[in-house]
């Protein structure tokens, strides 16, 4: 054997002892969450922009065609992510929280990035929060006033000087750098480590007018969050005692619709487009950074949004151009339907994940608890009072006799606080109308007596969701509002001891509870 071959042979030995030794190891995990990008908005899903990060990720990884969030809105979805719990089951019934508003998540809750501490993993979160913070008030009722200019909004009686209670290093997480809220959700500052990086002095409105940080301005915050990635990273990297788990959570596409100037015009479908091309970006730093530290063969990448495109990217001027933000579904950000809960999902692992795969089953992005702790081998040590409903698809990832299904049902959540559950083919919609923003609205579908009180869609046929078909399947209908209730009043989908819920979910219009008793609070 010549010594060209010795040397072939000895390279091939080597790579393949590093793949197998890093297929063995437990996977660094970043989740990456965009804000209102829909199930069409990434170029290989049919959008215009280029999205060549996000292209890549599908390419060496698997995408998933039917996953979706527990709810159409903001917040909610962010509770499931880290509690692998349905929002509903939460105080919070329907809506979302403000910049200002108290902690959702309380501290004897088991998040996801506790359970990874408990792993071993050092555990960070860069983006935006969004899921209420104990802020600190001034002494003896003081408010002060913006140091120049107008002094509007709420939270001038905040002491900015002090660290919050209930954030994320009291949820999980060794470090942060967050905002609160939305961009268009005052106070507009940083946090690190759970304090203010500066006081809030002056009066800035990137929609809502309210309280900032001089130097604080939400062009630059895509930038500033992908800085503060690369550096985790880089550090994490050097550390080398612990494997990590970043949360990404960023800001766009979501209002205010402001790409920094670098990518002003990029696209040719305006600012809109240019704010996808800049989130894209945001992805391809990550990757990038995973590059440089030899890290990208064993961390798993997901890619996912918290709820469909939501119509302030002004959707029909979009279509009209050729670009479909949620594809061919119904609806958009805060409906029942389809486009305001099935979402982009991609995951990119490649010591296991097949690169270039699709997967076709239903999933949930509360299910990512689970899938972290299906990794490590203890799935069935979950707390019983942690991840209620949160289900492994860590045999879909790895190929490994995965199942036709990994869930008996989903369930979904409007900002209304209507109802959907999905089995299979079928989805029920427990209200006339979309629940949301879109037509029928909530208050008009209501008052229609001339819709049906609920809508039953086959998706396998009827994916846009066009006909109604509860009328030819009572059978069907009764069947899933079963299995909603008794859903609800389990305290979890998953198997185990029943658990208690933070108040029942009184959102169901009298309409629907007169038709189905069933769904009504136990007294």
Known sequence: MTKSIHLLLFAFIISAAQASSAADQAP?????????????????????????????????????????????????????????RYNWRSPLKKSVLFGLDTPLIPTSRLTLPAYLQQQNYHTAIVGKWHLGLGWQKLPNGETRKASSGDTEGKGWDIDYSKKVSGGPTALGFDQSYII???????????LKNDKPTQEATLTKAFSRPGPAGKDFDAINCLKDFARASRAYIKTRAAEKDKPFFL??????????????????????????????????????????????????QNTMVIFVTDNGCSPAAKIPDLVAQGHKPNGDLRGHKADIYEGGHRIPFIVRWPAKVKAGSTANQT????????????????LDSIPASAAEDSFS??????????????????????INGSFAIRKGKWKLALCPGSGGWSQPKPKQALKDMSL??????????????????????????????????????????????????????????QRVLKEFPILAEKK
Request: with cysteine; aromatic share 8%; glycine share 8%.
């Open 452 to 509: 049906p009180n609920v809508q039953l869609f086959d998706l396998e046929a009827d994916l846009a969701e066009q006909h109604n078909l509860q009328a030819k399947h009572p059978d069907v209908v009764q069947e899933l509002v079963k299995e909603l209730a008794t859903a609800i009043n389990a305290g979890r989908t998953t198997s185990g001891p029943q658990q208690s819920n933070d108040g029942y979910p009184n959102t169901f219009s």
């Open 363 to 378: 999933i949930c992005t509360s299910d990512i608890f689970a899938t972290a702790a299906d990794i490590h081998g203890k």
């Open 393 to 414: 698809f860590l045999s879909i990832l790895n190929g490994k006799n995965p199942p036709k299904e990994i869930r008996p049902f989903t369930i979904h959540h409007s």
């Open 28 to 84: 660094n995990i970043i989740v990456i969450l965009a804000d209102d990008l829909g199930y069409g908005d990434l170029h290989r899903d049919g959008g215009l922009p280029p999205t060549p990060h996000c292209d890549r990720l599908a390419t060496e990884g698997m995408r998933f065609t039917d996953a979706h969030t527990t709810s159409s809105v903001c917040t909610p979805t962010r509770y499931g992510i880290l509690t692998g």
């Open 247 to 296: 949360y990404l959570p960023l800001t766009s596409p979501h209002t205010p619709i402001l790409p920094s100037k670098a990518w002003q015009g990029k696209s040719s479908i305006g600012a809109y487009g240019d704010f996808l091309m800049e989130t894209d970006w945001v992805v391809g730093e990550v990757l990038a950074e995973l590059d440089q530290q030899k890290l990208s």
């Open 180 to 190: 609160p809220a939305s961009l268009d959700m005052f106070p507009y500052v940083y």
